[in-house]
């Protein structure tokens, strides 16, 4: 794992504080008007597939930090209200979980709180090239009605174009990119910018991710909510895959579908393929409606 800078050195507690510091200052706007927005929202018209919600509602934050505004509720949630229901698969950690039970722990080091992934922090930062790739999960409790499921916190991670994990593979061990935490918002939502994952032998593409009761559980034993993966389209791989840099992953792909995959093979992933838009050129958007 990667050594904390001195400067990065209080781990994810000091994270947490600074966070919870400018919620405070957040907090005196917060009241009953956000719910009462949500009940009055229309549906949305975007289209998907598999659970998956549109992105085109997606919360923005800044680049370091969780987002914690208080957004107007979108058609993106009110469509996942509507096909709440279906709890989020619970699929395996991996072996490359970086969460601390299976070797290294990322959650512990200060900078993991970030909306943006693509680089490593602490002593190095070396930047995952791929094609640009924006994740959008809209978090809902199942057991209180499907209400949004704000304060949850959520830890994503995913290989890089070639197939490769770090803090694990070969020549990564001192990286920690495409790795990282955030808060739901008051509407659940959460958003990630990232690289198109590449395809490796024996798995569909796929990105990883458990979901927390708060951002001060993300580090404590038994306190996760759900444990699952996002299964991506099979024609954005087909259109990233083509493209230079993910050649490994234009070999691998053809050799797994969804149905023959380990994780998702069981079901196809109808509830964890994403709702993917956008091209090579612009960058992707995926969005997923995950009932906890």
């Avoid at 991996?94 to 002593?123: K, Q």
Wanted: with cysteine; glycine share 12%; charged share 15%.
């Amino acid at each position: 794992m990667t050594t904390p800078h001195p400067n990065h050195d209080r781990g994810l507690e000091f994270d947490l504080a600074t966070l919870l510091s400018r919620r405070r200052t957040l907090g005196v706007f917060l009241g009953a008007g956000t719910a009462a927005a949500l009940a009055a929202c229309t549906p949305g018209t975007e289209s998907g597939s598999g659970g998956g919600g549109s992105a085109s509602g997606a919360v923005t934050g800044t680049a370091t930090e969780s987002s914690t505004a208080v957004a107007s509720p979108s058609s993106t949630v009110t469509r996942a209200l509507a096909e709440c229901g279906v709890e989020i698969p619970d699929e395996t950690l991996g072996p490359y979980p970086g969460d601390g039970s299976n070797g290294p722990n990322v959650l512990e080091a200060s900078g993991v709180v970030r909306r943006d992934i693509r680089s490593s922090f602490g002593t190095s930062t070396t930047k995952a090239d791929g094609v640009l790739l924006t994740v959008t999960l809209t978090l809902l409790d199942n057991a209180n009605g499907c209400s949004p499921l704000a304060g949850a916190a959520v830890y994503v991670w995913h290989c890089d174009r070639n197939g490769k994990y770090s803090l694990y593979d070969s020549g990564l061990k001192n990286e920690n990119y495409l790795r990282g935490v955030q808060e739901a918002d008051s509407n659940g939502q959460l958003t990630f910018s990232t690289i198109y994952p590449g395809a490796y032998s024996g798995r569909w593409p796929h990105i990883h991710f458990e979901v927390f009761e708060s951002m001060s559980n993300t580090s404590a034993a038994g306190r996760v909510l759900a444990v699952s993966q996002i299964a991506l389209t099979e024609k954005a791989c087909k259109e990233v895959y083509a493209t230079e840099g993910y050649e490994s992953s234009a070999q691998n792909f053809p050799k797994t579908s969804l149905t023959s995959d380990n994780v998702f093979g069981d079901d196809g992933g109808i509830y964890q393929l994403a709702t993917i838009s956008g091209s090579v050129a612009g960058g992707y958007t995926a969005a997923l409606n995950v009932t906890v």
